[in-house]
Every structure is written in C-alpha cells, then in structure tokens.
T-cell receptor, first 113, second 111 residues
C-alpha cells in the first residue's frame, strides 16, 4: 500500500549551508512526486515536483533527486536562508481519473544563525 | 487572484453540533480537495471532487459530507461533530496534474 516516510523528523542547519531532506516510499506506482513547504500557521506551498521517469530536477535554489531503485526521494536546498525554516512534506501522486496525493509525515527544518 | 480561500479560520464546536466549512478558488481549477492535518502527521484526504457536481471519498471520509454545486466552491460538512474531528482542515485545488494549491486552513476544536 501507499507508505511515505521520512528519515528524520527534524533537521537543523547553519544559515548558508546546504540542506538535504530525505523521503522513503514503498509504492512504486506513483506518477510523480511533489515537495511541499509548510510554514507555521499556513497551508502547504508547492515547491517542486518530479515525474517518475526522471531522476533529477532543478528549481530556484532547490534540487529534487529521485532514486527509484531504492525508492528514495530527496530535496536539496542550496544556501539555506532563515526563510527556509518550515516543515517539508514529500507526497506521492497518482493520476488515475483523479489526481491523488499521499503525504509523508514531514521534516521540520530549522536554521541556525 | 485570491487563490484558495477558506472560511472560517477558526471554530469551536460542542460535540453533536454541525457546521460547514467553505472553500473557494478563483483559478478555474477542476479538481478540489479537503484534507485534515493532525499533530505529527501529514495531510490525509477526506473527500475530493473532479468537477462541478461530482464528489468522491478519500482516505478518511467517515463523519464528513461534501458538495460541489459550483465549480469555484467546495463545501465540507460535519453533521454531528465529535472530539476526534478536532483538527486543522485544508482545502486545495488543482488542474488535475501537477501541484495542488492549498488554502490557509481552518482550525476546528470540538469539545
């Protein structure tokens, strides 16, 4: 069945360093994967997605890597800033008649000055 | 564009009371969703809609009903609130592929 987990519930990094947030999944049938950022008191915000037939996708300061062999997804944030402090969720997505998402539990990223 | 808006922002109910949460989107999205988020957990899908006049059950539909009478609105109803329904409720919308756009959430406390 669908199962999305995260290696670490919390991650602390120094401002300016790179952050890597990981996500493991068990279901191989996903059409694509999405990373969301959720700041305190707000709804999740779309960051970046990657199709299941890709292994890397880059955005502005973010890179998502997908390793389907070991069913692992990661989000890399370059030059972490205080504004990056949030909870990050990975989500698996299926498009069969309707798009459906299954979310992981989330990783809280804190930035140390 | 306002994006996705939700009303109310916060509500306290007594067990057995009913209420309706309203979600509105101005992006002309076909798909709309209702999720709940509990502490230490990700979002879980309650119900969703693939278009005006359609609804379908998600992962945790029991105790909730929905309606999509207009394309831009998606209503979530609690007929008889229970303490287990204390949560933060998020509405989202999408074109059907790609990311979903989330509202700011509604905090519901059931006493």
């Amino acid at each position: 069945g669908e199962n999305v987990g995260l290696h670490l519930p919390t991650l602390s990094v120094q401002e300016g360093d790179n952050s890597i947030i990981n996500c493991a999944y068990s279901n191989s049938a996903s059409d694509y994967f999405i990373w969301y950022k959720q700041e305190s008191g707000k709804g999740p915000q779309f960051i970046i997605d990657i199709r299941s037939n890709m292994d890397k996708r880059q955005g502005q300061r973010v890179t998502v890597l997908l390793n389907k062999t070991v069913k692992h997804l990661s989000l890399q944030i370059a030059a972490t800033q205080p504004g990056d402090s949030a909870v990050y969720f990975c989500a698996l997505c299926w498009v069969q008649g309707a798009q459906k998402l299954v979310f992981g539990q989330g990783t809280r990223l804190t930035i140390n000055p | 564009n306002a994006g996705v808006t939700q009303t109310p922002k916060f509500r306290v109910l007594k067990t057995g009371q009913s209420m309706t949460l309203l979600c509105a989107q101005d992006m002309n999205h076909e798909y709309m969703y209702w999720y709940r988020q509990d502490p230490g957990m990700g979002l879980r899908l309650i119900h969703y809609s693939v278009g005006e006049g359609t609804t379908a059950k998600g992962e945790v539909p029991d105790g909730y009903n929905v309606s999509r009478l207009k394309k831009q609105n998606f209503l979530l109803g609690l007929e008889s609130a229970a303490p287990s329904q204390t949560s933060v409720y998020f509405c989202a919308s999408s074109y059907g592929t790609g990311g979903e756009y989330f509202g700011p959430g509604t905090r519901l406390l059931v006493l």
